[in-house]
C-alpha cells in the first residue's frame, strides 16, 4: 500500500510544489543554466562531428549511409538526455538535501517525503527536456550549415524523449544521493556509472556485443534506448522497436528506483 | 479550562532494543506554552519528530483537534506550524519569497496570501529586508524569519525547537516577546529549550522527560516545588563549614547536594532554613528560591548522571 502511495505520489500536487520551487530557482539563474549546455553540443560538434569526424568514413545506419556528425548528433540528445537528470538528482539534489536543508523545510508542511522525491525526478526530468531543446537548436543550426544532415521535423519529438528517460535516470541517481556519506563520493556515480553508461550506448560510436547476455542487456538501458530511438527518428524517421524499448526500459528503472529512493531517503532525512 | 489542541498519549518509540520514548503522555491548549525539557538524549527529538510526522509511534495515540493524526494527516499537517533548530531557510530566494514559497505548501491555499506575507514582515520587523537575500540577516532575525515562516499558513499549533540557541541576549528577548505575543493570539505552543529561565518564563506548563518517560509534569512552579521544595541554599567554596554543612543536611534527609564549580547548592524547606540558620549562624551562605536549573541538576542525580 505504501508503496502504490509512493508512486502515486507524481500526481500530487505536493510533488508539483517541489517542482515548482526549483523551477522558479532555475529562472531565477536561466542564464548561467542555459549557456554552458548552449555551448557543450557546439563544442561535440566541432571536437569529435567536424574534427574527428574528418577522419571517420561514412556510417552504415540501418541501411543508410550518414556521416559521423550525423551519428553523434542523436547521440548528444542521448548523452544531455541521460546527463542533466542524472547529474541534477546527484549533485543539486543533494545540495538541497544536506547542505541546504531545503528538504527538511519542506517537510516540516503538509509535502510528505514520496512528493519530495518525486519533485526532485520531475524537475530533473524537465531540466533534461530543457537542456535537449537546447541541443536541439545547437543540431538545427548545424543542419542548416550542412554539418549534419537530420530530419528537422522529428526534433521536437526530442525533448519529449528525454522527459520520459530523464525521469528514469533521476530516480536512478537519487538513490546514490541517499546513500553518499559526502559529496565527494558522488566520484563513484559520476565515474563508475555515469561516464561509462553514457558512452557504451551507442551515444558516440556504435557498440555492438558478440555475447547474447550483454545484448539483452543494452536492450534494458534506457540510454541506449533513448539513442537509437532519436537516431531512428532523426535519419529514417522511424524509431523502429527503439520507442517501445525506451518506455519499457524506463518504467523497468522507474518503478523499483523511485520506491528504493523514497525507503532510503526516508531513512537518511527522516531517520525512520 | 480550553480543551487540547494537541493531545499524545502513551506514545513509544524504539530503535531497535532501545526504548526512546516510553509511554509519554503529553497536551498543549490553544493559548499556552507546553515547555518540553531533558537533557541530551532524553527523547525530546524523537517526541518531537512523531509529533511532526516524521516517524510514526511504534504504540500510541496523536490528536490535533481531536482528530487521529494517523487518518487526518493532510489536515493536522495543515493545523502545524514548525521551527527547526537547523536552519531550514530557502537561501534561493529572498525574505519574502521565503514566505511565500513555504505557503505554496499547503492547502487549502492561505487567504489573501500577499496581505499576509505583508503582515508578518512587519509583525516580525522584516519589511526592510523583504527583497533581501536571507544570506544579509543576523542569527536573530534569520530565526524570527524561521519562526515567521512557519505560522505563514495560520497553524493552530507551533513547535519551537531551540528557538534561541545561539542567539545574544538581546536576540533572545526578541524572540520571548514574539513568542509571547503568538500566545496571546491563542497559538498553542510547544517549546523545546536548554535555557531553563527561557523555559520557566514562557512555559504555562512543563513536561521534563528522562531516557523517554515523564519525569515531572504540571505548572512550572508546581513542578519546582514538588522536586525541590521552598529554598535553595548556596554554600560558597570558601566557606570553612562547607563540608560540615553538607554532612548536616544529609543527616536531615537531604538528597539533593549538588556541587556547582565548588559551590554546595542544596534545596531545602522552610524548617531546614531555620535549623541551618540556628545551627550555622556564622557561616556565609546565599538563599534564592528554586529554579529550573536546579530541578535540572536534580533530576539528573536523581537518575544517576553526575553534574
Redesign the interface.
Known amino acids: 500500500m505504501s508503496a502504490v502511495r509512493s508512486l502515486t505520489a507524481v500526481a500530487n500536487?505536493?510533488s508539483w510544489?517541489v517542482f515548482?520551487?526549483n523551477a522558479?530557482?532555475y529562472l531565477?539563474n536561466w542564464r548561467t543554466a542555459v549557456i554552458p549546455p548552449a555551448m557543450e553540443p557546439v563544442i561535440f560538434f566541432l571536437a569529435f562531428g567536424i574534427g574527428f569526424g574528418g577522419f571517420i568514413e561514412d556510417l552504415d545506419y540501418r541501411g543508410t549511409m550518414i556521416n559521423y556528425a550525423t551519428y553523434i548528433a542523436p547521440g548528444l540528445i542521448a548523452y544531455t538526455g541521460f546527463g542533466t537528470p542524472y547529474y541534477e538528482a546527484l549533485y543539486s539534489a543533494y545540495v538541497r538535501m544536506f547542505y541546504?536543508?531545503?528538504w527538511?523545510?519542506?517537510?516540516?508542511?503538509?509535502?510528505e517525503l514520496p512528493s519530495v522525491v518525486w519533485g526532485e525526478i520531475l524537475w530533473g526530468a524537465v531540466r533534461g527536456m530543457v537542456n535537449i531543446s537546447i541541443v536541439a537548436l545547437v543540431i538545427t543550426v548545424f543542419d542548416l550549415l550542412g554539418v549534419v544532415d537530420v530530419r528537422l521535423e522529428f526534433l521536437v519529438f526530442m525533448p519529449m524523449l528525454g522527459f520520459i528517460a530523464g525521469c528514469a535516470f533521476a530516480s536512478f541517481a537519487l538513490i546514490f544521493t541517499a546513500v553518499v556519506p559526502a559529496i565527494d563520493h558522488m566520484n563513484y556515480p559520476v565515474f563508475l556509472i555515469g561516464w561509462p553508461v553514457s558512452l557504451v550506448s551507442n551515444t558516440f560510436f556504435p557498440v555492438e556485443p558478440q555475447s547474447a547476455a550483454l545484448r539483452a542487456l543494452m536492450q534494458l538501458n534506457p540510454v541506449y534506448q533513448l539513442a537509437e530511438c532519436a537516431r531512428g527518428l532523426l535519419v529514417l524517421g522511424n524509431p523502429g522497436s527503439h520507442l517501445l524499448g525506451l518506455l519499457g526500459s524506463t518504467a523497468l528503472f522507474l518503478v523499483p528506483c523511485t520506491l528504493l529512493s523514497v525507503r532510503l531517503t526516508r531513512r537518511r532525512v527522516?531517520?525512520? | 479550562m480550553t480543551t487540547a489542541i494537541l493531545e499524545a498519549r502513551d506514545l513509544t518509540k524504539s530503535y531497535g532494543n532501545r526504548v526512546v520514548v516510553d509511554h509519554l503522555d503529553l497536551s498543549c491548549r490553544r493559548g499556552t506554552v507546553l515547555g518540553l525539557l531533558g537533557p541530551n538524549g532524553a527523547g525530546k527529538t524523537t517526541t518531537l519528530r512523531m509529533l511532526y510526522g516524521f516517524v510514526p509511534p511504534d504504540e500510541g495515540t496523536i490528536y490535533y483537534g481531536g482528530r487521529r493524526f494517523s487518518e487526518n494527516r493532510a489536515e493536522a499537517k495543515r493545523m502545524i506550524g514548525v521551527s527547526t533548530q537547523d536552519d531550514s531557510l530557502d537561501y534561493d530566494f529572498t525574505v519574502a519569497q521565503n514566505l511565500l514559497i513555504y505557503a505554496s505548501y499547503f492547502r487549502p491555499r492561505v487567504e489573501n496570501l500577499e496581505g499576509r506575507v505583508a503582515e508578518l514582515l512587519e509583525h516580525f520587523d522584516l519589511t526592510p529586508y523583504a527583497d533581501a537575500s536571507p544570506h544579509v540577516l543576523s542569527g536573530g532575525y534569520v530565526r524570527r524569519l524561521l519562526i515567521a515562516r512557519s505560522i505563514v499558513h495560520r497553524p493552530s499549533v507551533l513547535f519551537l525547537d531551540e528557538p534561541t540557541t545561539g542567539l545574544d541576549p538581546s536576540a533572545r528577548l526578541d524572540v520571548w516577546e514574539l513568542i509571547d505575543g503568538m500566545r496571546a493570539d491563542g497559538l498553542g505552543i510547544v517549546l523545546t529549550t536548554h535555557y531553563m529561565d527561557e523555559a520557566e518564563r514562557l512555559s504555562d506548563e512543563l513536561l521534563v522527560i528522562h531516557e523517554g518517560r515523564d519525569v515531572v509534569h504540571g505548572e512550572p512552579h508546581r513542578v519546582i516545588d514538588s522536586v525541590l521544595g521552598d529554598h535553595v541554599i548556596i554554600v560558597p567554596r570558601a566557606e570553612p563549614a562547607r563540608e560540615a554543612i553538607a554532612a548536616w543536611l544529609r543527616d536531615r534527609g537531604a538528597e539533593q547536594v549538588a556541587t556547582v564549580l565548588g559551590e554546595l547548592r542544596v534545596p531545602v524547606s522552610k524548617e531546614d532554613l531555620a535549623a541551618l540558620t540556628a545551627r550555622f549562624g556564622e557561616a556565609t551562605w546565599q538563599v534564592r528560591p528554586p529554579n529550573l536549573d536546579d530541578l535540572f541538576i536534580a533530576l539528573a542525580r536523581r537518575n544517576g548522571r553526575s553534574t
Open positions: 500536487w505536493r510544489a515548482r520551487r522558479l530557482v531565477r541546504q536543508k531545503t527538511d523545510g519542506i517537510l516540516a508542511t503538509q509535502v527522516l531517520g525512520d
